[in-house]
């Protein structure tokens, strides 16, 4: 019996070995990584930014209040046409707005409430719904019944829908969901066409790099990490750590070779994807509320982030330091975006309303 005991106990301490041996070998070229990482880290992002002139007066307004809603406004997104708004909310409609003149052109009473996310299609002849229905569905802009009518329920998750998005064509969408993945979608058959694993934590937020190939979006979750991912393999391609609670809003600089994120944690962070670190962190002292949904100013100067002390603070992303403060809502500013030319912030708030701002 003892000799049969011999050779599993040897087994047992060679594997017990090999194990310690693999341990510290990981361990070695995590050091060599990080030596690397360092070595590309030759120069401070703010210390550069010293030599640029400050950002002068920034004259934002307010400029359009848009009431409608009976609930919490919780997602906006700008029509590519530059004027019209849709808005989704927790009372289960979506709301399509023209910016210009206030009005409501269409309205839609979604079969539940919570309605999370919501997008144009780059049409700008469809848009993308869902929320704590696990789904996302598709309208096509016509009159209202026919809106109702038509619609597509075209992929679903095993827990809420947090975010959609169409990457570059009417014919895909990309969301994320509580359910910790993000997951590509074809419309017209329903069908998955990629799923994204890789989070441990609900995924609150994704955004799609600029570049016209836009292979790569951004993902921020729960878990306290932004991934950069590979639509095509399905794989991470890069991670983002450095918050200290949820990433609930992402964002790709216009450049596209850098990412804004906003966090529980009060703080907005940019990390570059060169350098495959973080340059820079928005944050005061005095702020001590989550950041709810960042965006940049075409340019990329300018990150705009909205708080759930129910403002939305502007920073200077190269010199890391606030221009200035919009006031205006009454509750917690729940997204934030630019419009695509530019020219004009919208921000959605739990007060109910949604704000224009130029």
């Known amino acids: 019996m003892s000799e049969s005991a011999v050779p599993v106990s040897n087994a047992n301490a ?24 360092q070595k590309l880290n030759d120069v401070n992002l703010s210390n550069i930014a010293e030599r640029l002139e400050q950002i002068a ?17 919780l997602c906006t997104d700008w029509s590519p046409d530059k004027r019209h708004i849709i808005s989704s909310s927790q009372d289960g409609r979506l709301i399509i707005w023209d910016a210009f003149t206030t009005n409501k052109e269409h309205a839609v009473t979604m079969p539940t409430t919570w309605i999370m996310a919501c997008a144009y299609a780059p049409s ?16 096509p802009i016509t009159s209202d019944e026919e809106m109702a009518a038509k619609k597509r329920t075209v992929g679903t998750h095993t827990s809420y829908m947090s975010c959609c998005i169409y990457p570059n064509s009417d014919q895909q969408i990309l969301t994320g969901s509580g359910d910790s993945t993000c997951a590509l979608w074809d419309v017209e058959s329903g069908q998955l066409l990629q799923s994204f694993h890789g989070h441990s934590g609900d ?4 955004d799609l790099a600029p570049n016209e190939t836009g292979n790569t ?11 950069i991912w590979d639509m095509r393999s399905g794989h991470v391609v890069q991670s983002f750590e450095g918050h200290q609670s949820d990433v609930n809003s992402v964002k ?13 944690d009060s703080s907005c962070r940019l990390y570059d994807m060169r350098a495959d670190r973080e340059v820079a962190v928005f944050a005061k002292e005095s702020i001590i509320f989550g950041v709810n949904s960042v965006d940049f100013s075409v340019s990329g100067r300018l990150l ?19 221009v200035c403060l919009l006031y205006g809502h009454e509750n917690k500013v729940s997204c934030v975006q630019v419009s695509p030319d530019g020219t004009a912030l919208s921000t959605g708030s739990w007060d109910y309303t949604i704000r224009v701002w130029a």
């Open 14 to 37: 060679n594997a017990t070995e090999k194990m310690a041996s693999l341990v510290r070998e990981a361990e070695n070229l995590k050091t060599k990584l990080e030596e690397e990482r």
């Open 124 to 139: 700008g002849n469809f848009v993308a719904c869902g929320g704590l229905d696990n789904k996302v569905t598709v309208y």
């Open 252 to 264: 790709f600089h216009p450049c596209g070779d850098a990412i804004a994120t906003g966090s529980d």
């Open 203 to 206: 995924v609150m937020a994704i």
């Open 304 to 322: 705009f982030a909205g708080y759930n002390d129910y403002t939305v603070n502007l920073w200077d992303t190269l010199k890391s330091e606030r």
């Open 217 to 227: 979006f951004v993902s921020g979750s729960c878990d306290r990490m932004a991934f």
């Open 57 to 73: 007066y920034v004259n934002i307004k307010p400029r359009k209040v848009l009431k409608g809603h009976q609930a919490k406004v």
